[in-house]
């Protein structure tokens, strides 16, 4: 059984900054691709950024320059630290990894359960 945490969500002010973590647990044998995505209410869910082990990140065009993915891969965390947070970067942020475990061949999508993230005065 694979679980993605999620940590690091709340109510910031417009400006400000927030740091959000994701560990992955549980039989894995490895982790590829990490990334945040996000979903406000009434729209559908989209990419926020996506890291590989070793590729260089991948940004929405709306969150570039403002947010940094990183990760730990001894930790099997991603991290998404925000700044100059946007009342528009409100949202549901979930978290998901391409995950091999030790009875799968392939890789399987896992998600978070997301951490809300509001910005607001």
């Known amino acids: 059984q694979v679980q993605l945490v999620e940590s690091g969500g709340g109510l910031v002010q417009p400006g400000g900054s927030l740091r959000l973590s994701c560990a992955a647990s549980g039989s894995i044998s490895s982790v590829y691709t990490m990334g945040w995505y996000r979903q406000a209410p009434g729209k559908q869910r989209e990419l926020v950024a996506t890291?590989?082990?070793?590729?260089?990140?991948n940004y929405a065009d709306s969150v570039k320059g403002r947010f940094t993915i990183s990760r730990d891969n001894a930790k099997n965390t991603v991290y998404l630290q925000m700044n100059s947070l946007k009342p528009e970067d409100t949202a549901v942020y979930y978290c998901n990894a391409m995950i091999q475990t030790p009875s799968n061949i392939g890789a399987t999508a896992y998600w978070g359960q997301g951490t809300q993230v509001t910005v607001s005065s």
């Open positions: 890291i590989a082990r070793t590729a260089r990140p």
